[in-house]
């Protein structure tokens, strides 16, 4: 699948669930309102029917000319302005609010019509209504006195609560469009990672073919002018040409065998020799083999070897490849003259070994992807420098084999530093 194919399926598809979500949100709301508006109007029914015969009893007027008012979301007022028995009213209202099924928990109150004080209150719980753990009232009539004018309220306190809890296909649907949204954002990412790791892999085979072609065209010239005309040749080009075809072999035998490497340490675990090794050793004797590379382009190494526990339980041959893996960088990534210093300290999880170098660093926005296997920092087209983006990669699975851990510290156009941290 081409780049441009997934941006426009990963556009089209977050598209239609942004306008999914949106619709269910549009529903959903729409749902909470008409569930809310039935609410309202079971409550005001019961309301009025209990104001009706409460009216009735102190034969007042009835309520049609009292309506219900509805002063808040869950606060409901009757205005009786009647001498209505507290008792009576809280038993219709109880029973009226059953009949019509809203067994919730709520607050009862009585006001004094005058005055707007409370005059009788009581919370009264959800279903466990008739457990003697009801709250006691609270009275302020006096008995025996002329008879107050009331008010009665009705508190629905955990109204949104109930309405949300009776909405219970709608949570449903909604969990299962967001397990859509998750699952569609997940496939998403895969078939990034995927796409990411095919581009890698192409690349890595177009640097195949060509660092492996280099060497065999090599040889082949040689040897087809050996096979040719080795009589007229000069002892000197003989030799010539056979240290070309020697060299050129090691060089493709090494490249083979790096590959070969990788290969096998991606099907099985990584097992190590480990051994007693000293560090400092190990580093003067890895920095030995880059010294002809060095010597060629005048370049310079620097050893500062301050660590006083040199000694680590290490695997020699891994440890030495992964540091070599880190000077052939150094080295191969200084388009000037290559000015290498390798630091060793002591630190708590046992000695830290820095490869720095002067050359052209790298970007912030690329160092979190270079221990990835096949990763090369993209350069454009061209990549002036070789390699198969497989050098890191080793040295990240080298130090987790360890126990240890590999960091980059790089500036653009200032140089890098890898800092090597292995267990003593
Ligand atoms: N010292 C460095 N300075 C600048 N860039 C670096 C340095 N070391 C690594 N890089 C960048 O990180 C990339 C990955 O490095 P890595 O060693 O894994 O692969 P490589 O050098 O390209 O190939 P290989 O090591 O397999 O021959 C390189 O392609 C390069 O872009
Ligand atoms: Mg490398």
Redesign the pocket.
């Known amino acids: 699948m081409s780049r441009s194919k997934i941006q426009i399926i990963l556009v089209l598809a977050s598209v239609s669930l942004v306008a999914l979500l949106s619709a269910q949100l549009v529903w959903l709301t729409k749902a909470y309102s008409v569930e809310e508006k039935a609410f309202n109007h079971r409550v005001q029914v019961a309301l009025t029917t209990v104001s009706d015969q409460l009216l009735a009893t102190v034969g007042g007027s009835t309520s049609a000319q009292k309506p219900i008012k509805q002063i808040a979301s869950n606060y409901y007022l009757a205005e009786l302005n009647a001498p209505i028995d507290p008792a009576q009213a809280e038993r219709l209202l109880q029973q009226e609010l059953g009949r019509r099924n809203l067994q919730e928990a709520y607050e009862f109150g009585l006001y004094n019509s005058l005055d707007d004080t409370l005059m009788f209150g009581k919370y009264v719980p959800a279903t466990q209504r008739k457990l003697a753990t009801t709250p006691p009232a609270v009275v302020r009539h006096e008995e025996g006195q002329a008879p107050k004018l009331y008010n009665m309220a009705v508190v629905f306190p955990n109204k949104t609560s109930v309405i949300l809890g009776e909405m219970e296909f709608w949570w449903y649907s909604t969990g299962a469009l967001l397990l859509v949204v998750l699952f569609f954002a997940y496939t998403m990412f895969q078939i990034l990672r995927e796409k990411r790791l095919a581009e890698l892999k192409t690349d890595f085979i177009n640097n195949l073919t060509h660092e492996l072609q280099t060497p065999i065209t090599n040889i082949g010239l040689a040897s087809e002018v050996l096979r040719k005309r080795p009589e007229t040749l000069s002892p000197d080009r003989l030799s010539r040409y056979h240290d070309l075809i020697y060299s050129e072999n090691e060089r493709l035998r090494a490249q083979v065998e ?1 590959v070969l490497q990788m290969a096998t340490m991606e099907s099985r675990e990584l097992v190590l020799k480990k051994e007693t090794v000293d560090v400092h050793a190990l580093l003067k004797e890895t920095s030995q083999n880059l010294a002809p590379r060095l010597q060629q382009r005048a370049g310079q190494l620097r050893l500062n070897l301050q660590a006083t526990q040199p000694l680590v339980h290490a695997d020699s041959l891994h440890v030495a490849n992964a540091l070599y ?2 000077l ?3 080295e ?3 388009p000037q003259v290559p000015d290498i210093e390798i630091t060793t300290q002591d630190v708590a999880q046992g000695i830290l070994i820095s490869v720095r ?1 002067s ?4 970007k912030q926005e ?1 160092q979190k992807f ?1 221990f990835d296997k096949f ?3 993209p ?1 454009g087209n061209v990549h002036n ?10 040295v990240k699975a080298i130090m987790d084999a360890h126990h240890g851990h590999v960091t980059v510290e ?1 500036a653009e156009q200032q ?2 530093c ?1 800092n090597l941290v292995l267990p003593n």
């Open positions: 790096r893996s880190l052939d960088n150094a191969k990534y200084s170098d050359g052209i660093g790298i690329f270079l990763y090369r920092v350069t420098v070789k390699g198969f983006g497989l050098g890191l990669s080793y790089s140089g890098t890898f």
